[in-house]
């Protein structure tokens, strides 16, 4: 059975960091590639930061610079947050797809990562 289970969730003040951490499981030995994506109340799902199996990096641009995605073995990710702002204050979900055919990271919308993660809650106070 496929699990993905989200870790390091926390509040913090703005101009602060937290990490994010991501573990999959039940994926036998298909290469996945991952994704964070986040969703604020009353707000569609964004996706903001995917990584292929061979490293490839890919960020929405509200986050590029600040955050940084990476692979840890091929089924962990992190998402490092920097300088953490009110506006990032959300759920965020850690999301998996089987790299096959054309699917990629690079697609960071919804429908291109089939399983899902429970979400953790960043809250970020001004």
């Known amino acids: 059975q496929v699990r993905l289970v989200e870790s390091g969730g926390d509040s913090v003040q703005a101009g602060g960091s937290l990490r994010l951490s991501c573990t999959a499981s039940?994926?036998?030995?298909?290469?996945?590639?991952m994704g964070w994506f986040r969703q604020a109340p009353g707000q569609a799902r964004e996706g903001i930061a995917g990584i292929d199996p061979d490293g490839s990096t890919y960020y929405a641009d509200s986050v590029k610079g600040r955050f940084t995605i990476s692979l840890d073995g091929a089924r962990n990710t992190h998402l490092q947050m920097n300088n953490l702002q009110p506006d990032d204050t959300a759920v965020y979900y850690c999301?998996?797809?089987?790299?096959?055919?054309?699917?990629?990271?690079?697609?960071?919308?919804?429908?291109?990562?089939?399983?899902w993660g429970q979400g953790t809650q960043v809250t970020v106070s001004s």
């Open positions: 039940g994926f036998s030995f298909a290469k996945i590639f």
């Open positions: 999301a998996a797809g089987l790299w096959i055919l054309q699917q990629r990271a690079s697609d960071l919308s919804p429908s291109n990562f089939r399983y």
